[in-house]
């Protein structure tokens, strides 16, 4: 694989570099990630910062589980084998500062790993680590989204861990100690590429309108190759896959910024792959709200000034809450998933009899034994569009994999499922293979939940050498001020009558893009053209969007409008079965739901589509 060196100096005509311009590649958007994206941003000349975003709410869970195997651990283990152990040499001579929350539940054994590689190395980097974002001693003290007392925090089980979502502030105050290397615990994703530019710029943090563009950076890199064509809705446009870019950010002083990929690299920046991605995983683009700013995204405008470059701007902000958001986790019960793959005629039928009879029989041992039954089940038949409900096309299939989920509060409560399946490739329908995959594990369920903490009861530490030292964060107003009026005026929906409607796809019209937030989706919606937009606004109503995922939705659906890139954000609320690692269904985050979202039929005048 040829990587070219990647260089920015021919900006196209109007760009303002200003007097210094900072240049921040993302090589990690979740732990796991892909260890092509370090050697790429190595290639890009003027580089001066590399972030790293390994902690979605599921992976607090995971290091949760892998703390309790052992102690010493709670940290992405990645950073350290696959991008420290590796490139820390090349890294220092290019004097390329890294700022990662690869510290997970455990920052100051992250740093230890670390020290210990470049030991090894005879190398000597700088690591300022942040801490305090563990508020588990505090859970008294923690409210729900009104202020009020948390009075689900019983129900959700023995407390295993709390952490406080952290802003900027210390990730600035840890580069202005000379630091190489940033570890940070639970924070906002966006958050390190704020620090770097309040670091770099020396704005006042209450610049709220630069705070709120540097912000919208950080947010569209976080994912890594979701902002350079991963997950975008026209697929086959994206050219190699397998070296696909990864994010880079060249960032003015005016907290403008150019967002592009190394040279070489595969993937597709344009308005539309960075629009997907930030409307990714938000809910009301008016009030994003994060430590240091509460961001509105309504009127940001994405340019396209080259070749996989794009000009973003827009975004306003203003003055922060007095609280942080708390992710707790807590081990709640057990759970087991075993797939079986079923095919002949009428697999379907045959698959779904299968898991009834299973269920029966596995239920009958459970009273025997004088268990409860299961809390919680889940048949799903992948392959025959399950997760469509009553909007599934395919009726009939030779070929299903029946998955069934169970979850118990007792590890013995699964272990009939467990055992019991195997025999279903013997004693039930012909054309059975029992196990598919491979016999199933039964795994300890690790719940999370949010909850939030007045800012002022977190004390926040810097360590870095053999210093230690408070974070100031200030004293934040209590309440945010509301959102202005958007600047961008909706446009006019009303359609003459005697214009032609005919019933097309939503993919007609419109890009989309999937996440999740807890035990909520989101769903973010494009136009395609300009002239789609009042389509959009009309036709995609918050009831039909309701309706079309009514077998999965428990909640109520919400809509957001965004002018400014012709968009509108839907939130579902209670529709993933209870998110994250609690969630027995095969797809617990919501990715999928924009590309069934996209099949719905909505009706569009004729003459637009000639």
Same mark, same amino acid.
């Given at each position: 694989?040829?990587?070219?060196?990647?260089?920015?100096?021919?900006?196209? +005509?109007?760009?303002?570099?200003?007097? @210094?311009?900072?240049?921040?590649?993302?090589?990690?958007?979740?732990?796991?990630?892909?260890?092509?994206?370090?050697?790429?941003? !190595?290639?890009?000349?003027?580089?001066?910062?590399?972030?790293?975003?390994?902690?979605?709410?599921?992976?607090?869970?995971?290091?949760?589980?892998?703390?309790?195997?052992?102690?010493?651990?709670?940290?992405?283990?990645?950073?350290?084998?696959?991008?420290?152990?590796?490139?820390?040499?090349?890294?220092?001579?290019? =004097?390329?500062?890294?700022?990662?929350? +690869?510290?997970? !539940?455990?920052?100051?054994?992250?740093?230890?790993?670390? !020290?210990?590689?470049?030991?090894?190395?005879?190398?000597?980097?700088?690591?300022?680590?942040?801490?305090?974002?563990?508020?588990?001693?505090?859970?008294?003290?923690?409210? #729900?989204?009104?202020?009020?007392?948390?009075?689900?925090?019983?129900?959700?089980?023995?407390?295993?861990?709390?952490?406080?979502?952290?802003?900027?502030?210390?990730?600035?105050?840890?580069?202005?100690?000379?630091?190489?290397?940033?570890?940070?615990?639970?924070?906002?994703?966006?958050?390190?590429?704020?620090?770097?530019?309040?670091?770099?710029?020396?704005?006042?943090?209450?610049?709220?309108?630069?705070?709120?563009?540097? %912000?919208?950076?950080?947010?569209?890199?976080?994912?890594?190759?979701?902002?350079?064509?991963?997950?975008?809705?026209?697929?086959?446009?994206?050219?190699?896959?397998?070296?696909?870019?990864?994010?880079?950010?060249?960032?003015?002083?005016?907290?403008?910024?150019?967002?592009? =990929?190394?040279?070489?690299?595969?993937?597709?920046?344009? /308005? +539309?792959?960075?629009?997907?991605?930030?409307?990714?995983?938000?809910?009301?683009?008016?009030?994003?709200?994060?430590? #240091?700013?509460?961001?509105?995204?309504?009127?940001?405008?994405?340019?396209?000034?080259?070749?996989?470059?794009?000009?973003?701007?827009?975004?306003?902000?203003?003055?922060?809450?007095?609280?942080? =958001?708390?992710?707790?986790?807590?081990?709640?019960?057990?759970?087991?998933?075993?797939?079986?793959?079923?095919?002949?005629?009428?697999?379907?039928? =045959?698959?779904?009899?299968?898991?009834?009879?299973?269920?029966?029989?596995?239920?009958?041992?459970?009273?025997?034994?004088?268990?409860?039954?299961?809390?919680?089940? +889940?048949?799903?038949?992948?392959?025959?569009?399950?997760?469509?409900?009553?909007?599934?096309?395919?009726?009939?299939?030779?070929?299903?994999?029946?998955?069934?989920?169970?979850?118990?509060?007792? @590890?013995?409560?699964?272990?009939?499922?467990?055992?019991?399946?195997?025999?279903?490739?013997?004693?039930?329908?012909?054309?059975?293979?029992?196990?598919?995959?491979? /016999?199933?594990?039964?795994?300890?369920?690790?719940?999370?939940?949010?909850?939030?903490?007045?800012?002022?009861?977190?004390?926040?530490?810097?360590?870095?050498?053999?210093?230690?030292?408070?974070?100031?964060?200030?004293?934040?107003?209590?309440?945010?001020?509301?959102?202005?009026?958007?600047?961008?005026?909706?446009?006019?929906?009303?359609?003459?009558?005697?214009?032609?409607?005919?019933?097309?796809?939503?993919?007609?019209?419109?890009?989309? @893009? %999937?996440?999740?937030?807890?035990?909520?989706?989101?769903?973010?919606?494009?136009?395609?053209?300009?002239?789609?937009?009042?389509?959009?606004?009309?036709?995609?109503?918050?009831?039909?969007?309701?309706?079309?995922?009514?077998?999965?939705?428990?909640?109520?659906?919400?809509?957001?409008?965004?002018?400014?890139?012709?968009?509108?954000?839907?939130?579902? @609320?209670?529709?993933?079965?209870?998110?994250?690692?609690?969630?027995?269904?095969?797809?617990?985050?919501?990715?999928?739901?924009?590309?069934?979202?996209?099949?719905?039929?909505?009706?569009?005048?004729?003459?637009?589509?000639?």
């Amino acid at each position: 694989m040829t990587v070219r060196p990647f260089a920015l100096d021919a900006l196209p +005509a109007g760009t303002s570099q200003g007097p @210094r311009q900072v240049h921040i590649g993302c090589a990690s958007g979740f732990w796991g990630d892909s260890q092509i994206a370090v050697p790429q941003l !190595l290639t890009v000349p003027q580089l001066n910062y590399i972030v790293f975003d390994y902690l979605a709410e599921t992976t607090m869970s995971i290091l949760q589980r892998a703390r309790m195997r052992n102690a010493e651990l709670g940290y992405a283990t990645d950073f350290v084998s696959a991008v420290i152990r590796p490139h820390l040499r090349a890294l220092l001579d290019r =004097k390329i500062r890294l700022v990662s929350n +690869a510290g997970g !539940l455990n920052p100051l054994g992250c740093r230890d790993a670390i !020290l210990a590689i470049a030991q090894e190395q005879g190398l000597s980097p700088r690591i300022a680590v942040v801490t305090g974002d563990d508020v588990s001693a505090l859970s008294q003290r923690f409210t #729900d989204a009104q202020g009020e007392p948390a009075r689900d925090l019983a129900d959700l089980g023995s407390l295993l861990s709390a952490n406080a979502y952290l802003g900027a502030k210390p990730i600035a105050d840890a580069l202005a100690l000379d630091a190489d290397i940033v570890i940070t615990g639970r924070g906002v994703d966006s958050a390190s590429v704020l620090g770097i530019a309040v670091h770099e710029y020396h704005w006042s943090w209450a610049d709220y309108n630069r705070l709120a563009q540097a %912000s919208l950076a950080g947010h569209l890199i976080e994912c890594g190759a979701q902002a350079t064509g991963g997950l975008f809705t026209d697929w086959e446009e994206v050219p190699d896959w397998a070296n696909i870019g990864y994010p880079v950010v060249a960032l003015d002083g005016d907290g403008t910024f150019l967002l592009t =990929k190394p040279a070489g690299t595969g993937g597709l920046v344009n /308005r +539309a792959t960075v629009a997907e991605q930030l409307l990714y995983e938000i809910g009301d683009p008016a009030a994003y709200e994060l430590p #240091d700013v509460v961001c509105d995204f309504r009127d940001v405008t994405i340019a396209q000034v080259g070749t996989d470059r794009v000009r973003v701007h827009g975004a306003r902000g203003r003055a922060p809450s007095a609280r942080y =958001k708390v992710t707790a986790t807590a081990q709640h019960g057990f759970q087991l998933a075993i797939m079986m793959a079923i095919r002949g005629q009428r697999a379907r039928a =045959k698959a779904m009899r299968t898991a009834d009879e299973l269920l029966r029989r596995t239920r009958r041992l459970l009273s025997v034994e004088g268990l409860e039954d299961y809390a919680d089940v +889940a048949v799903e038949l992948l392959g025959a569009e399950a997760m469509y409900g009553d909007h599934a096309r395919l009726s009939e299939s030779r070929e299903i994999v029946l998955r069934i989920a169970a979850r118990h509060m007792q @590890r013995k409560g699964l272990e009939f499922l467990q055992k019991e399946s195997a025999s279903a490739g013997t004693s039930m329908g012909p054309g059975t293979r029992s196990h598919f995959g491979g /016999r199933s594990d039964i795994q300890s369920v690790i719940r999370t939940a949010a909850f939030f903490i007045a800012k002022d009861e977190v004390p926040i530490w810097l360590d870095c050498g053999n210093a230690r030292m408070p974070v100031d964060i200030g004293t934040p107003d209590a309440a945010p001020t509301p959102a202005a009026p958007s600047t961008t005026a909706l446009p006019d929906t009303g359609i003459a009558d005697r214009d032609a409607m005919v019933p097309v796809p939503l993919s007609r019209l419109a890009y989309a @893009r %999937s996440g999740d937030k807890g035990d909520d989706a989101n769903i973010g919606v494009i136009a395609r053209q300009d002239a789609y937009w009042p389509i959009l606004l009309r036709e995609l109503t918050t009831e039909r969007v309701q309706d079309y995922f009514c077998h999965l939705v428990q909640g109520q659906v919400e809509r957001f409008e965004l002018p400014g890139t012709h968009a509108v954000n839907f939130v579902l @609320r209670q529709s993933l079965g209870g998110g994250g690692s609690f969630s027995l269904r095969s797809d617990p985050l919501g990715k999928s739901y924009a590309q069934m979202l996209l099949d719905l039929e909505i009706p569009c005048p004729r003459s637009l589509l000639a």
